[in-house]
């Protein structure tokens, strides 16, 4: 098979947008092709300009309660059906149904472990839909169907194509212990990783709704999306989230209220703790901003050279890293089940426990900012092509680590640097 049928192959497997993704496979094929070399030199140009198509976003208001372990908000999602179809229904994601109790698909498939972590059965996490209405007020919620991680909502009216319809959503998420990239842990349990934690549209891809359960072994598929998010949290924490924070947070009756927008993304996160303490340093025309806890303090240069390093280098193999800024959060020691994972433009990393030196955080930063191109940029579906997703960003981030000298271990058990020849 010749690098043009490669890149055929590629294409036919992703969720093509744009020119900027174009360029990303050819730029991967081009590394993969020269790998002896120590800095690819082929890399195609950054698209400036090339932007995906708005097809789900999402307004949302959102309240975190430390104490309950919750977050409860409304939405206003404005999906718009991007394919050559009529629709008569949608269909949400629940993710974090996967966790209220120990007989979802989920927990059968991993045995209420994940990355080695256990989840307790007093330690479970939820999604409850309140709400569901049109705009106008009709309700969509009475006649909603639930099958482990997805909500079937019928349509009153078929959603032709490229008609757009908007949808109001209240819910309640109850946050599981730090299990599965998600939850609560740290000091008294005031550390929060909030990913999957959202009433989400699922992806309709050539020609039906991808509804697919959440399995143990899988990951993510969305559309892109502009997302306006307004966190509160109490006074004194601080909060990172994905994009940009319009200002700074704004104190309201013992509240603290943070306000972010990001364009050109396929989902949104945020963390919370009221230890959080911040440091940056910037990549080219990157800010990275590192959010980290007082604990991993001899850890904030390790983090910050390896998000610079990852970032500039992967930008010159791939093309450009499209966002003003790149959001790393440190995670506790005993809230290691949300460490290591990716979100458009914020990772989350953690030392693993393991002393500063270690070379642990510089791989998982590494390898988490790879995720920044596959798939934030590519959008495919991690659960049925995860080589598009983790076989290419393990390819990056060690690649890089391996360029870069970086070791993993410590005396006769240190790894690395690594080659590729």
Known sequence: ????????????????HTRLTHALIIALILALCVRSQPTPTHAAPHQQGAQAPVIASYKMDVQLDPVAKTVSGTEHITYTNPSKDTLNELYLRLYLRAFRDLNTTWMRESGGVSRGFPIKPDELGDITVHTLTLADGTDLLATTTLSDTLMRVPLPRPLAAGQQ??????????????????????????????GQWYPKLAVYDRGQWDTEPWHANAEFFNDFGAYDVTISVPSGYVVAGVGMPTNPPQERDGRSVSHYTA????????????????????????????????????SVQEYLDAGVGTITT?????????????????????????GGMEYPTLITGGTGGLP????????????????????????????????????????????????????????????GPATFE
């Open 1 to 16: 098979m010749n690098v043009s049928n490669i890149i055929e192959a590629l294409l036919e497997r992703t969720m093509i």
């Open 314 to 338: 992967l930008s010159r193999w791939f093309g450009q890293y499209p966002h003003p800024r790149l959001t790393i959060i440190d995670v506790p020691n005993d809230a290691e089940g949300a």
């Open 356 to 415: 500063d030196g270690s070379g642990f955080v510089a791989y998982v930063t590494a390898h988490e900012i790879g995720h920044q191109w596959w798939p934030m940029q590519t959008a495919t579906n991690e659960a049925t092509e995860p080589w598009l997703d983790e076989g290419l960003t393990e390819y990056s981030g060690a690649r890089y680590n391996a360029d870069a000298g970086d070791t993993l271990g410590f005396g006769p058990f240190a790894i």
């Open 263 to 298: 364009d050109d993304v396929t989902d949104f996160a945020f963390a919370a703790s009221p230890d959080f303490q911040t440091r940056s340093a910037r990549a080219g025309n990157v800010e990275i901003i590192l959010y980290y806890l007082p604990e991993h303090a001899a």
């Open 165 to 194: 319809i908007e949808l109001d959503v209240s819910w309640t998420s109850k946050l599981p212990r730090a299990f599965a990239r998600t939850g609560y842990g740290g000091k008294n349990d005031t550390f929060f990783m909030v």
